[in-house]
């Protein structure tokens, strides 16, 4: 008895790993991503096979300000703090890579793809890609479309001030995204030649979008697609949500997930009566939100002053073939690992180490197929709503990115702040029911894709 219980701690120590890495958006830190991960080891931790299976990763070196720096600097200095962490663990020991990806983590993340398996093949080509996952990713860079029937100046102000100032308040990382800098083509270039190609050997791509209440990335562009319903509609169509779910019967609560396929835009959701105080609250929720942009606005200013003198230095190193040079000395600490360093390791990542007798019945594999079959759609039809007025360089990019087959997810998260609410940032207890119900809802979609994977 006491030999079998060795035998299967040495194969579970010998076994290879699958690295999950989390990356986080604009002006994050590492702390974003910890809801993620713990939804993930909820939903692996009830399988025996993947027990000790999984490596979460969260750099923690480019956070705040340093996110500001432009998408191949910040993608660049996470493939290095990538490597450092593999190497004190052992590259040979993982043999699958897995990207998370939240807002802007998602477009470093395809940067950090396209690097890994062409420039630095040598070093990642060991690795299956089998996982790329986005929440709330402007994929399409941000643009902030009106309603052609609908006026609302005051609202149409707002949004034209931001499309102004917005790419200046985020350093090179905001005019990527604003696609403003006519020398300037990173998104572009994310959707082309080895960068798509890359991402292409994923076996699976899922990207998460809020359909409400997301006023840093819309709809259309983390759903990578040239409609927007709720844009038109000025939000208000009538939603359907999915009423059957793969996750019912296993999660408290079911995420509010939409089928699109069920959206009329001569459907407009039931009118609720207000309460009396309800003007008084949004008056003062704006007088607050008034008091905050200012001292937000000038901190925005010292960064992007701060990430302008950097970013010079940093994109002269990258011009001048100085990255890669560094990424492979890190090779020379390959089979150094001492004790006290996998030590070291062990505070830095976390393992699954919980483990419940289960596996996937014929049933869970039948609605997971239908939910996956649906939502792999290339384009589900939207024709009936007007599209959206892109520009060249937003067409191609959405041309390039539906080459590849994407299982889209639109989401709605009750809260004020949706961008925040759909990674749960506040934490998984903190947050509105939705934010955790989807992440949970992600993650198990995520554990039978894996389980899918090694299937076949």
Excluded at 78 to 90: A, C, H, S, V
Excluded at 236 to 248: G, H, N, R, V, W
Excluded at 357 to 383: C, G, M, N, V
Aim: aromatic share 12%; charged share 20%; proline share 4%.
């Amino acid at each position: 008895m006491g030999d079998s219980k060795v035998e299967r701690n040495i194969m579970t120590l010998n076994a290879k790993k699958h690295l999950f890495v989390l990356i986080h958006g604009l002006w994050g830190n590492h702390t974003n991503m910890i809801s993620i991960k713990n939804t993930l080891e909820m939903a692996f931790s009830t399988s025996t096979d993947y027990k000790d299976e999984n490596v979460y990763f969260i750099p923690q070196g480019m956070g705040y300000f340093k996110t500001l720096h432009g998408i191949e600097v910040v993608g660049y200095h996470l493939i290095i703090e990538l490597l450092d962490f593999m190497t004190l663990y052992g590259i040979e020991k993982f043999d699958r890579i897995s990207f998370i990806g939240y807002s802007m983590g998602g477009l470093v993340s395809r940067f950090m793809i396209g690097v890994m398996f062409s420039e630095c093949r040598e070093i990642f080509r060991h690795l299956k890609p089998t996982i790329y996952m986005t929440f709330a990713t402007p994929h399409l860079g941000v643009q902030y479309y009106f309603p052609k029937d609908r006026t609302h100046p005051a609202k149409k102000a707002a949004l034209s001030f931001m499309d102004i100032i917005g790419p200046h308040l985020s350093g090179q990382s905001g005019r990527q995204l604003f696609l403003k800098n006519e020398d300037d083509d990173t998104l572009v270039r994310l959707t082309e030649a080895h960068f798509l190609e890359t991402l292409g050997q994923f076996k699976y791509r899922i990207c998460i979008a809020n359909v409400r209440n997301d006023f840093t990335v819309a709809f259309y562009t983390s759903y990578i697609t040239n409609y927007d319903p709720f844009i038109e509609t000025d939000n208000k169509i009538k939603y359907t949500f999915e009423k059957a779910l793969p996750t019912d019967g296993i999660l408290e609560r079911s995420p509010l997930i939409v089928d699109m396929k069920m959206l009329d835009p001569k459907q407009e959701k039931p009118k609720v009566k207000r309460p009396w105080y309800a003007a008084l609250t949004r008056m003062t929720i704006m007088v607050l939100i008034f008091l905050i942009i200012f001292p937000v606005f000038f901190v925005s200013i010292a960064g992007s002053i701060y990430s302008y003198t950097v970013t010079t230095l940093l994109h002269n190193n990258i011009t001048r073939g100085e990255i890669l040079p560094t990424i492979r000395s890190k090779l020379s600490k390959r089979n150094t690992i001492s004790d006290v360093e996998e030590n070291k390791v062990d505070e830095k990542i976390i393992l699954n180490t919980q483990s419940t007798p289960s596996t996937a019945s014929d049933k869970d594999h039948t609605t997971w197929e239908q939910f996956i079959r649906k939502y792999s759609t290339d384009q589900i039809p939207l024709e009936h709503f007007p599209k959206l007025p892109f520009d060249s360089k937003r067409t191609t990019m959405v041309q390039n990115l539906n080459k590849l087959s994407w299982i889209r997810i639109p989401i709605y998260i009750k809260a004020p702040n949706a961008h925040e609410g759909i990674i749960a940032r506040n934490g998984l207890t903190r947050s509105h029911f939705t934010s955790s119900a989807g992440l949970q809802f992600a993650a198990q979609l995520v554990h039978y894709l894996v389980y899918r994977s090694d299937e076949k």
